[in-house]
């Protein structure tokens, strides 16, 4: 359905049947509770330190050990994130904690595979491209530089291509 149709259909409907359509997706999906909860009481530090969390659970569980920590589900907390339509500077600076947590593991647990290095510099590259294009690199440059710094001795020309993608943008 296109939402040229679903608003057609949603304009004939009373204001009653609309709440009852909305309170059967907040129960039915946990995307749509979650975010009819921000759209009622934004709190952006509140959901930005939630994701933050997912993620670092991903690289450094509280339990154990992540041998492959997954970039689909880190990249999908930022894209969920990013759906509820938070200030730039929040969805700026969760995408470099995602970096930064990536550069950590492989700080803290030695070379990585190529891959790894790999994903994290398509990311890296992302960050910085929204990161410029929102007008916010003068909020980060401080934060970019130490995150390229901490890399200097990583292996497959990590610490290379992060400065190649972040002279770009400068």
């Known amino acids: 359905m296109s939402k040229a149709k679903l608003k057609k259909y949603l ?27 921000f759209y009622l009481a934004p709190d952006c530090n509140a959901e930005l330190e939630k994701c933050k969390k ?8 509280t339990r154990g050990f992540s041998e492959k920590p997954s970039f689909a589900k880190c990249r999908k907390v930022i894209s969920d994130f990013q759906k509820l339509k938070p200030e730039p500077t929040f969805v ?59 890399v200097s001795d990583c292996g497959w020309g990590f610490y290379d291509t992060l400065q190649d993608i972040y002279s770009e943008y400068r």
Do not use: H
Not at 18 to 35: F, S
Not at 55 to 61: D, L, Y
């Open 11 to 37: 304009l004939s409907l009373t204001k009653e049947q609309i709440a009852d359509i909305v309170l059967e997706l907040y129960d039915a999906r946990k995307e749509a509770k979650d975010y009819l909860e």
């Open 54 to 61: 997912a993620i670092q659970n991903e690289f450094f569980p």
């Open 92 to 150: 700026a600076d969760l995408m470099l904690f995602y970096i930064e947590q990536g550069c950590e593991y492989t700080l803290e647990f030695g070379d990585m595979w190529e891959q790894f290095y790999t994903t994290l510099e398509g990311n890296f590259d992302k960050a910085m491209r929204f990161i410029f294009l929102n007008g916010l690199l003068v909020n980060y440059y401080e934060r970019i530089e130490k995150l390229i710094d901490s």
